[in-house]
């Protein structure tokens, strides 16, 4: 979908995925990736992969060289749900991560929660530290928007945004921001 989406011109949208321990242990995973990326003409730049923090901690030697052959492939890693896991701080530094993405539960309460405000703003800075982008899931309200922007994390998504859409509505809207300003939106579809 993303790859027919810029094919008609609604910008190259970034696409992450999930993906579960078994698949990514599987050792198939490059492969089937760069299959699907070559049959559906995705550029690998369009397509962010996310991990949780326990799948890479079990064998770090054999994460670090699967995720070695991913970003071979051209495509983002991100960590996902990034503080809610039990990762040393010593092996995220020699990951070849491209983003960390603050669980939900850190910002459902901001700005109110003065600790989620410090975790929220420690894990903003490591993140900027080690060169990736920073990105808040769970968005919900206005204010927590602003209290994350103040924070200096890059991205957001969220219901704040938008809600899980059918692919057919998530094309309208973008065609419609795309005419209204010029330019293609990013926006989280779990159907998509």
Same mark, same amino acid.
């Given at each position: 979908d993303a790859a027919n989406w810029a094919r008609a011109g609604l910008? $190259? /949208?970034k696409v992450a995925i999930n993906v579960a321990k078994p698949q990514f242990l599987s050792g198939d995973l490059c492969a089937t990736l760069d299959r699907v990326m070559r049959e559906s003409g995705l550029r690998p730049r369009q397509l962010v992969i996310e991990l949780t923090e326990?799948?890479?901690?079990?064998?770090?030697?054999?994460?670090r060289g699967l995720m070695s052959?991913?970003?071979?492939l051209g495509?983002?890693?991100s960590i996902d749900d990034f503080g809610t896991g039990y990762s040393s701080l010593s092996y995220l530094k020699s990951f070849p991560?491209? $983003? /960390?993405?603050i669980d939900q539960s850190f910002v459902v309460d901001l700005p109110g929660e003065s600790a989620d405000v410090a975790i929220v703003r420690t894990i903003v800075d490591l993140g900027h530290r080690l060169d990736m982008s920073v990105i808040a899931e769970g968005v919900e309200t206005e204010r927590q928007l602003a209290c994350l922007k103040l924070l200096g994390c890059d991205h957001y998504q969220g219901y704040h945004f938008s809600k899980p859409m059918p692919?057919?509505?998530f094309a309208a809207l973008l065609r419609h921001e795309n005419e209204r300003h010029g330019w293609a939106v990013s926006l989280t579809s779990k159907e998509t």
């Open positions: 910008g $190259e /949208l326990s799948m890479l901690m079990d064998d770090v030697q054999l994460s052959d991913l970003k071979a495509v983002a890693l991560l491209d $983003e /960390l993405k692919n057919d509505r």
